[in-house]
């Protein structure tokens, strides 16, 4: 495997991760404000702040790494528009 197809599955990946964990992410926080239950809206909002570190901060750390890393190399001037 090349390395222009290691960061292009890198940065896919890490898209999906995005997308996948604010959808999901969204829907169990929605889900907890439904109960009207204010100790079940706080301990979801516990544990999606856990999730939102974990996975969704790595994925936006990830996507403009390897976005640079792949305009590198497929020679890709980062100044031209």
């Not at 390395?3 to 907890?32: D, P, R, S």
């Not at 204010?38 to 939102?52: Q, S």
């Not at 990830?62 to 890709?76: D, F, N, Q, S």
Request: aromatic residues 8%.
């Amino acid at each position: 495997m090349t390395a222009y197809l290691i960061l292009k599955f890198l940065h896919v990946l890490g898209a999906i991760l995005l997308i996948g964990t604010g959808a999901g992410i969204a829907f169990f926080v929605v889900m907890a404000q439904a109960t009207r239950y204010p100790t079940k809206v706080a301990a979801v909002a516990r544990i999606v702040v856990t999730a939102d570190f974990l996975f969704t901060a790595a994925a936006v750390v990830a996507e403009p790494i390897t976005a640079v890393l792949l305009a590198r190399e497929v020679h890709h001037d980062l100044s031209e528009g």
